[in-house]
């Protein structure tokens, strides 16, 4: 498949790498379909991952992504490096419906210690939420790192009515790892807990706050004087200021559940104005949306808008790539303050498993970590930060998942500087400076 008639017009997707032809794929039903790269060990032009691996791959009608729906299916792949190919005790790589969106996806595996694929070994290696590591058997054949692989299957699921463009396998590739942090509520705990974290370590955040929060009654917003003084505080302090929607809707009114075009434009398109009639222009060229909600259309129509990126809740990891970031309408975010929300994957001793929750500096630290394993760029946001019932300890829960402790908030910004002075990781100044490239 090219997505090129043959007097060149654009028919379709077309290759982001610029492969002169992809492998189309359409399931008709939600079982498993299997791949088999039955040439590998002679056709592959680059046997020795090195422990890495990225999967570039288009998905045309995502199941579930309609308003109201809930996305599903996932991509897999199966990696051997047995003398025969056999996968008996192959690593295996799952990427769910928490990094699968619809459009293009950059697919990224990174092994560090192999030694956490062998059976019984006891050793543990984290990855992104989402990304499920395992092995078959003893998993004796799954060290990508130090071998060459010899065989390779990818497998799909739960995708049936979509359609999927493989475009390309990439490997021995690099990339820096990367912070975006900003809040999406500010308040008095602004000045008091974290602005002066920022000022300290040189950092600029962001700030996403909505006109207001709506809860019932009429949609329509007639009062448009006045702006949030911490929000102005923070902007005058070098913050940018995110579009966060005009109502920020939620449960049955979210934005994804919306069918009306125009209504969720609605929700932008006066929340730009505003910001920009009150002379905070920095930031307004991206969006973040109200509880995570979206949906191809609403991710369409916000787009038309003049919106240059958004950031949702799926794929926590983006990666920078020679071709840009994969997916830059399906930046995926976590809350700082949840301590339900989905997490780390982990493997220990061959065995899959995963770690939810954040609100302890030691769960966020862990993240950090991965971030830097994996060269990616994480947009990680607050709520509140509180000093109530606050131990010093950093691992105190605060009872809820919209606050962090102050301890716990100091303790993970206070990790990261320390990475960021060890050139581990950059961080960006806000959205701008991620999109951008600039600051920082």
Known sequence: YTGYDAAGN????????????????????????EIKLTTFATGARVKDLRGRIGLW??????????????????????????AGAANTNALTVG??????????????FVQRDPAAYVTGSGVTEYHPFGVLAGAYGTGAAANI?????????????GMAGANIYFDSIWTD?????????????????????????????????????????????DKVVSDWTGINPWLKLAYDAGW????????????????????????IAYEVVPVTALYLNSGMTRGLEFYASPQSSTSRLSEKVIKGTGIKMQRHARKINITVTPWGIDNPHHVGACDWGSATAGGISKITGGVTGS???????????????????????????????????????????????????????????????????????????????????TGQ
């Open 10 to 33: 654009i028919t379709g997707v077309t290759s982001r790498t610029g492969q002169a032809e992809m492998l189309q794929w359409s399931p008709t039903v939600a079982t498993t379909h």
């Open 57 to 82: 791959v288009y998905v045309d009608n995502l199941p579930g992504y309609e308003p109201g729906g809930t996305p599903i299916g996932s991509i897999g792949m199966t990696l051997t490096t047995d």
């Open 95 to 108: 990427f769910n419906s928490n990094q699968v969106r619809e459009g293009w996806n950059f697919l990224k």
């Open 145 to 157: 790192r130090d071998a060459a692989i010899t065989g390779m299957k990818i497998d799909l699921s």
């Open 173 to 217: 590739f690099d990339s820096q790892a990367q912070i975006v942090l900003g809040t999406d509520s500010v308040g008095a705990d602004m000045p008091t807990y974290y602005l002066p974290i920022f000022d300290a370590y040189n950092w600029k955040g962001y700030v996403a706050v909505p006109k207001r929060i709506w809860v019932s009654g």
């Open 240 to 263: 940018e200021c995110i579009n966060h929607s005009t109502n920020h809707l939620g449960g049955a009114d979210a934005t994804g559940t919306i069918t009306s075009p125009s209504a």
């Open 355 to 437: 770690i939810a929750g954040w609100q302890r500096a030691s769960q966020i630290n862990r993240m950090t970590d991965v971030i830097i394993a994996y060269g990616d760029t994480w947009f990680p946001f607050w709520h509140g930060v509180t000093g109530l019932g606050d131990t010093g300890s950093g691992e105190d829960p605060t009872g809820d998942n919209l606050l962090l402790m102050k301890s716990a908030f100091e303790k993970a910004c206070a990790y990261i500087r320390q990475q960021q002075l060890a050139g581990k990781v950059r961080m960006c100044d806000g959205f701008t400076g991620f999109y951008y490239g």
